[in-house]
C-alpha cells in the first residue's frame, strides 16, 4: 500500500481543458505520496475519459 501523506481534491463541472492542465500539472511533481481525487458535480463531458488519458 501507498504511503499517502494527503489527498489532492479536485471539484470539475464542464472544464475539461482546465482538468487536463491541473492533473498534468499534480503528476509532473516529484513528490508521489498523496492521491488526487476528482469529484464531478454532473458535467455534460467526458470527465472519466480525460482522467483517464491522464
Same mark, same amino acid.
Given at each position: 500500500?501507498?504511503?499517502i501523506q494527503f489527498s489532492i481534491i479536485i471539484p470539475v463541472k464542464n472544464?475539461?481543458?482546465t482538468l487536463t &492542465?491541473?492533473?498534468r500539472?499534480?503528476?509532473n511533481?516529484?513528490?508521489k505520496h498523496y492521491e488526487v481525487i476528482?469529484?464531478?458535480d454532473g458535467s455534460t463531458e &467526458?470527465?472519466?475519459k480525460i482522467i483517464k488519458s491522464n
Open positions: 500500500m501507498k504511503n472544464c475539461s481543458k &492542465d491541473t492533473l500539472s499534480i503528476f511533481q516529484t513528490y476528482v469529484v464531478d &467526458d470527465i472519466e
